[in-house]
């Protein structure tokens, strides 16, 4: 077969009978798992749901291309597209609040699109690093997260050209970034997890 078929599972519940008690709780079948179509053989690594509909995938083959699976029935139905002038796949996944999608991978390679998906942009942060998740705080600043096998993470900040505005490295792999606002966001890291209050200007650790 040249697909690859995914599990979704929609709800997974069950209550084992309680041992050595005088009191039994009823059993909750299993609910129904529904086998989906990727119509890829690529490895798949991250997905976002813009909105109830829309949905995208990040992936592809690490030093060969780029592949987007996008969905427009929130996630039944998926078609694939491969992206060979990329030549790295994409392991993040980003957003920013104009809409706009960014996906990041190996050797700081971008892939981003403006049309909810209709065409994708070229696009590289040139410090050439391992970037496995993104997101915009604001409009015109990116926040990308890398790591070099878990041992070294670099947060860097770029503007939407991906010109390098900032830096910082530490002695653990990164592996995603979220915002809650321009100026509180998480960075998941590798046995720890970092948090920035002040617009990026600084990174704590959290206890």
């Given at each position: 077969m040249n697909t690859v078929n995914r599990w979704l599972v929609t709800l997974g519940v069950m209550m084992?009978?309680?041992?050595?008690?005088g009191c039994r709780k009823d059993k909750l079948p299993a609910a129904s798992i529904q086998r989906l179509n990727s119509n890829t053989t690529d490895r798949l690594n991250k997905i976002h749901f813009a909105g109830n509909q829309r949905a995208f995938i990040a992936g592809g083959e690490m030093f060969d291309r780029a592949t987007v699976l996008s969905s427009t029935d929130g996630g039944y139905t998926w078609t694939a597209n491969s992206y060979p002038m990329a030549g790295k796949a994409m392991?993040?996944?980003g957003t920013s609040s104009t809409?706009?999608?960014?996906m990041c991978g190996v050797?700081?390679?971008?892939?981003?699109?403006?049309?909810?998906?209709k065409?994708?942009?070229?696009g590289r942060i040139l410090d050439w690093r391992h970037y496995i998740g993104a997101a915009f705080p604001t409009p015109d600043t990116g926040v990308f997260v890398s790591t070099v096998l878990q041992r070294e993470g670099c947060i860097t900040q770029v503007d939407?050209?991906?010109r390098i505005i900032s830096q910082d490295t530490f002695s653990l792999g990164f592996n995603n970034v979220y915002f809650t606002s321009a100026s509180t966001g998480y960075v998941l890291g590798y046995g720890a997890i970092l948090r920035t209050t002040d617009?990026?200007?600084?990174?704590?650790?959290l206890d």
């Amino acid at each position: 077969m040249n697909t690859v078929n995914r599990w979704l599972v929609t709800l997974g519940v069950m209550m084992a009978a309680m041992a050595g008690s005088g009191c039994r709780k009823d059993k909750l079948p299993a609910a129904s798992i529904q086998r989906l179509n990727s119509n890829t053989t690529d490895r798949l690594n991250k997905i976002h749901f813009a909105g109830n509909q829309r949905a995208f995938i990040a992936g592809g083959e690490m030093f060969d291309r780029a592949t987007v699976l996008s969905s427009t029935d929130g996630g039944y139905t998926w078609t694939a597209n491969s992206y060979p002038m990329a030549g790295k796949a994409m392991y993040g996944l980003g957003t920013s609040s104009t809409g706009a999608i960014y996906m990041c991978g190996v050797d700081g390679t971008v892939l981003h699109t403006a049309d909810t998906g209709k065409t994708w942009q070229l696009g590289r942060i040139l410090d050439w690093r391992h970037y496995i998740g993104a997101a915009f705080p604001t409009p015109d600043t990116g926040v990308f997260v890398s790591t070099v096998l878990q041992r070294e993470g670099c947060i860097t900040q770029v503007d939407t050209a991906f010109r390098i505005i900032s830096q910082d490295t530490f002695s653990l792999g990164f592996n995603n970034v979220y915002f809650t606002s321009a100026s509180t966001g998480y960075v998941l890291g590798y046995g720890a997890i970092l948090r920035t209050t002040d617009y990026r200007r600084t990174w704590q650790y959290l206890d």
